[in-house]
T-cell receptor, first 115, second 112 residues
């Protein structure tokens, strides 16, 4: 297993367009998390899945954001009608569940730029 | 409101010295606290986890303390090296232990 994989690494899109990111977690991890990070800030929680069930979604997440994890494997994060304020690094992480002495394993992220 | 505070100023330290970072939190009752390292343009990398009933944890040149009375964790890098230059993030479990909440991070620059 090569860790958590995210695609694409970079995405430039025009304002108003829809974008979709993919995350492939470590196969034996049943928990998957999406975070967003802007320059100089720590990762901000967006949503998380246990297997295929989306168990929590941040109150800060607008209705333009949706995430899925069909079959409890890979996950996608879609942003509809992108805005300049959506420009950020989108991070995916997975874990075996809590408590986990190994912490979260993060991917390298997808950097979104909305122009 | 809930807060996780890390020093916003970068820590510049001479190679070989011990770097000490502080993480203070408010209105959390974490069962555990974690520290991560993040390099520019990369995702965070897990370093250490310490549970609420543990006072101290070590891993190679790293040491973490956790004081639930002071609501504070200290992170030490001993015998620091230029390769230790990075941003270090403090994280603790949020409501219901379902996911981590992160601080803003503290940059460390080790000067050769």
């Amino acid at each position: 297993d090569t860790g958590v994989s995210q695609n694409p690494r970079h995405k430039i899109t025009k304002r108003g367009q829809n974008v979709t990111f993919r995350c492939d977690p470590i196969s034996e991890h049943n928990r998957l998390y999406w975070y967003r990070q802007t320059l100089g800030q720590g990762p901000e929680f967006l949503t998380y899945f246990q297997n295929e069930a989306q168990l929590e979604k941040s109150r800060l997440l607008s209705d333009r954001f949706s995430a899925e994890r069909p079959k409890g494997s890979f996950s996608t994060l879609e942003i509809q009608r992108t805005e300049q304020g959506d420009s950020a690094m989108y991070l995916c992480a997975s874990s075996p569940g809590t408590p986990t002495p190994r912490g979260y394993t993060f991917g390298s992220g997808t950097r979104l730029t909305v122009v | 409101s809930q807060k996780i505070e890390q020093n916003s100023e970068a820590l510049n330290i001479q190679e070989g010295k011990t770097a000490t970072l502080t993480c203070n939190y408010t209105n959390y009752s974490p069962a555990y606290l974690q520290w991560y390292r993040q390099d520019p343009g990369r995702g965070p990398v897990f370093l250490l986890l310490i549970r609420e009933n543990e006072k101290e944890k070590r891993k190679e040149r790293l040491k973490v303390t956790f004081d639930t009375t002071l609501k504070q964790s200290l992170f030490h890098i001993t015998a620091s090296q230029p390769a230790d230059s990075a941003t270090y993030l403090c994280a603790l479990d949020g409501e219901g232990n379902n996911r981590l909440a992160f601080g803003k991070g503290n940059q460390v620059v080790v000067i050769p």
